[in-house]
């Protein structure tokens, strides 16, 4: 069974930096054989592609709201991704969300698919106050 689990996010002040992680378990394959990708969703707002990696197809997508200040990795010789924020704005305040496409057609270098996510997350909180 596969479980994608997110800890980290919580309260941070406009400029500051939070991260969250995602721990994913059940997998059959290697995460690198995924595609990764982290959403969030504001209240009253609909859901937000943040960022996606896709390793095996080395792609790289960044939602223009984040580039520059979000980075999207993996732990080192675990099951883990991570995202870094930086920067913080309010406006970055949501839910955020990782999840795993299994078909690959979750993430190109113009744009990210929620449809083509299969595994969720329960999300993690992030508020950035001005």
């Known amino acids: 069974q596969v479980q994608l689990v997110e800890s980290g996010g919580g309260a941070v002040q406009s400029g500051g930096s939070l991260s969250v992680s995602c721990e994913v378990s059940?997998?059959?394959?290697?995460?690198?054989?995924?595609?990764m990708g982290w959403f969030r969703q504001a209240p009253g707002k609909e859901r937000e592609g943040v960022s996606c990696?896709?390793?095996?197809?080395?792609?790289?997508y960044y939602a223009d709201s984040v580039k520059g200040r979000f980075t999207m990795s993996r732990g080192f010789g675990d099951n883990t991704m991570y995202l870094q924020m930086n920067s913080l704005k309010p406006e970055d305040t949501a839910v955020y969300y990782c999840?795993?496409?299994?078909?690959?057609?979750?993430?190109?270098?113009?744009?990210?698919?929620?449809?083509?996510?299969?595994?969720w997350g329960q999300g993690a909180q992030v508020s950035v106050t001005s």
């Open positions: 990696i896709c390793t095996k197809a080395r792609i790289t």
């Open positions: 059940g997998s059959t394959l290697d995460l690198d054989y995924y595609c």
């Open positions: 999840a795993r496409a299994d078909s690959g057609h979750g993430c190109s270098y113009t744009g990210i698919r929620g449809s083509q996510y299969d595994y």
